[in-house]
């Protein structure tokens, strides 16, 4: 077990907040830099806040609307979504300048995430291996959902917090219904959770 990712609190101290700022910078794509790639309306970008040391950070903003949600998405957006992502995610899987690459979201006021308008997040770590601190057992549990191409689970042995789903994409398989397993467990965490919550990761 290790935890070597450095936050740097002088650049998250500067770092803008939708809860303080006027203006939503992703509602300006005219004025982003750093922009890597786009598609449609989707914005892939180097983050300008690099809170994590040693890490190369990279944000997708995933609409141009500021109140959209993944788990509002229609299905054509949804699946284009998270197949850019994906593909971008193993793209940096597959560079040796990084140890491993994490691809998230955060979505609500106690998600951790900094800007309400829809965006995730690929990330990669230079010295770290995210996969030394997971284990297998962590993605098991009841199954609540399979199909061909992903299933489903709940964590017996969550890694953090108390509750956790798992959607796991199968080998070879299209990511379409895994991206709409996603959305149908998103929902079911902001409007079915047995406790309320307004927030996910
Ligand atoms: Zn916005």
Same mark, same amino acid.
């Given at each position: 077990?290790?935890?070597?990712?450095?936050?740097?609190?002088?650049?998250?101290?500067?770092?803008?907040?939708?809860?303080?700022?006027?203006?939503?910078?992703?509602? =300006?794509?005219? /004025?982003?830099?750093?922009?890597?790639?786009? /598609?449609?309306?989707?914005?892939?970008?180097?983050?300008?806040?690099?809170?994590?040391? =040693?890490?190369?950070?990279?944000?997708?903003?995933?609409?141009?609307? =500021?109140?959209?949600?993944?788990?509002?998405?229609?299905?054509?957006?949804?699946?284009?979504?998270?197949?850019?992502?994906?593909? =971008?995610?193993?793209?940096?899987?597959?560079?040796?300048?990084?140890?491993?690459?994490?691809?998230?979201?955060?979505?609500?006021?106690?998600?951790?995430?900094?800007?309400?308008?829809?965006?995730?997040?690929?990330?990669?770590?230079?010295?770290?291996?995210?996969?030394?601190?997971?284990?297998?057992?962590?993605?098991?549990?009841?199954?609540?959902?399979?199909?061909?191409?992903?299933?489903?689970?709940?964590?017996?042995?969550?890694?953090?917090?108390?509750?956790?789903?798992?959607?796991?994409?199968? /080998?070879?398989?299209?990511?379409?219904?895994?991206?709409?397993?996603?959305?149908?467990?998103?929902?079911?965490?902001?409007?079915?959770?047995?406790?309320?919550?307004?927030?996910?990761?």
């Amino acid at each position: 077990m290790n935890t070597p990712i450095t936050f740097n609190l002088a650049i998250g101290s500067r770092k803008p907040h939708s809860g303080t700022q006027k203006i939503c910078p992703f509602c =300006h794509p005219e /004025k982003l830099t750093g922009i890597m790639e786009k /598609k449609g309306d989707i914005i892939w970008l180097m983050n300008k806040f690099p809170v994590f040391e =040693h890490t190369w950070p990279t944000v997708i903003v995933e609409t141009s609307d =500021h109140n959209g949600e993944l788990s509002t998405y229609e299905p054509e957006k949804l699946h284009e979504v998270i197949s850019f992502g994906l593909s =971008h995610w193993l793209q940096l899987e597959s560079d040796k300048r990084f140890k491993s690459v994490l691809y998230f979201r955060n979505y609500g006021p106690v998600s951790g995430g900094s800007q309400r308008h829809p965006h995730s997040q690929i990330i990669g770590l230079e010295n770290y291996d995210y996969r030394d601190n997971i284990l297998g057992e962590n993605f098991l549990g009841s199954l609540v959902h399979e199909d061909e191409d992903c299933y489903a689970t709940i964590s017996d042995y969550p890694l953090s917090c108390m509750g956790e789903l798992n959607v796991t994409l199968k /080998k070879d398989a299209s990511p379409d219904q895994f991206a709409d397993t996603i959305q149908t467990l998103a929902r079911f965490v902001l409007h079915d959770f047995p406790l309320p919550c307004t927030s996910y990761n």
